[in-house]
């Protein structure tokens, strides 16, 4: 996808390379059985299962592009393709304003639609999903000429402020972190630090839903940290492939570390691997459960610290979490907290 950009005109985007598109219309000796043909970061899961496709793949990787434009990354990054193909098949799509906490809310609804696992759940249309992502950014549609579809219509929040999104990505500034064992460490900058916005949304159900945690790999956190030795360095490597694990939130307090026999320490979200967090205490962190069923993250004592969002949090104090705040620990582990609304009958 280029875009021309040229002074007195519109910008325009111009499609090209469409060598995928006529292999796949091709003989059909030209792939294997099995084999798969087309781009992993923008692969709809059908795509990646072999069953039948039609324009929704399109518009699941239309919705891909959407994201990378908004956010400046890639909507599963992954270190190999294995890995990203696995995450369009079976892992739910990250929300926007989780890096982009200024954009309305309604555009993670759009998205998660367009983005949906079955074909079925996404819109009718490219065009319907370009007009209801429109709608929730705040643009007019881009043809004048069509009506607003019903899909839009539902994806549009109860009260918008009148804001222009720009599709440009926030700037990185990287920091250092010194690993293991160092007293203090700034801010990490790179990550996105600021909490999320309360979505324009209607209010959700007065059920509280569920609380998920997500443990990930973050591969700009790790090259924003510094090891405190050369010794430390030789032993922190970021790893090839990190399985994405969900930890379902309940009880009153949620220990997150590395398991110890010996110690007797068995935390409820255990870092152990494999691979390996070096950097990652016995007992790192701890979840708190509030009255209102919301959580919070304290640092537990451990060697290296958490950051919240890209803040460092002091060591005993509470930082009360939203749906889609990051906790940063260790030399890469992330952990995203997730809260799934139950959906109104």
Known sequence: M???V?????????LSDF??????????????AGQFLGTPDYAAPEQTGGRDLDCRADQYALACVAYTLLSGSVLFRREVPMAVLYAHMSVPPPRLTAVRPELPGAVNQV?????SKEPEDRYDSCGDFADALREALGLELYDLSRPASAGAAAAQPASRAAETATLTAPPDSPPTKLLPGSPSHPSLASVPSPPLASPAA???????????????????YYESVQAASDQDAASIV???????RRFRLSGAEIRIGRRSVSRHIEPEID????PPDPAVSRLHAKLIAGPDRNWSV?????????AVNGKDVPPGEAVPLRDGDRIHLGAWTVITIVRDWPRPE
């Not at 060598?19 to 294997?32: E, K």
């Not at 304290?298 to 958490?306: F, H, L």
């Open 271 to 274: 870092l152990t691997g494999p």
């Open 6 to 14: 040229g002074p007195g005109r519109p910008e325009h985007v111009y």
């Open 238 to 244: 970021f790893p090839a492939f990190v399985p994405e």
């Open 2 to 4: 280029l875009v021309d």
């Open 111 to 115: 998205l998660a639609r367009a983005l």
């Open 298 to 306: 304290v640092d537990a004592g451990s060697d290296n610290g958490i």
């Open 19 to 32: 060598g995928v598109a006529r292999g796949m219309l091709s003989s059909d000796g030209l792939t294997g």
């Open 202 to 220: 209607p209010s959700p159900p007065a059920e509280p839903g569920t609380w998920t945690a997500v443990v990930a790999a973050d591969r700009a």
